[in-house]
């Protein structure tokens, strides 16, 4: 994750890039990918595509990028990125 971090530009700024290898967070937040759709191609369950606003510890936005025809919302993920993020904080 750091070196992501560090190819992004962010490392040593407030975005915390976490890892989640057992998918421990992934599961309590109830953004487990697991539709046969996109798990016939990727195999082992991931995380759904996505961007939580947390101020002080709490969840003020979740923003999931899936539909019913897109579950991996792969078509059109622009709710989980940073111009969707930008409003929610403003």
């Given amino acids: 994750m750091t070196a992501w971090a560090k190819d992004q530009g962010v490392e040593g700024t407030m ?3 976490l890892g989640d290898p057992r998918s421990e967070l992934t599961d309590a937040l109830g953004m487990v990918l697991d539709h046969p759709g996109p798990m016939s191609v990727l195999g082992n ?3 759904k595509r996505f961007s939580l606003l947390v101020d002080n510890g709490v969840v003020k936005t979740v923003n999931v990028a899936a539909s019913d025809d ?3 919302g792969d078509n059109d993920p622009t709710v989980s990125l940073v ?3 930008l409003q ?3």
């Fill in 70 to 72: 897109d579950p991996a």
């Fill in 88 to 90: 929610d904080l403003a």
């Fill in 15 to 17: 975005i915390t890039f």
């Fill in 45 to 47: 369950t991931r995380c």
């Fill in 83 to 85: 111009e969707k993020m």
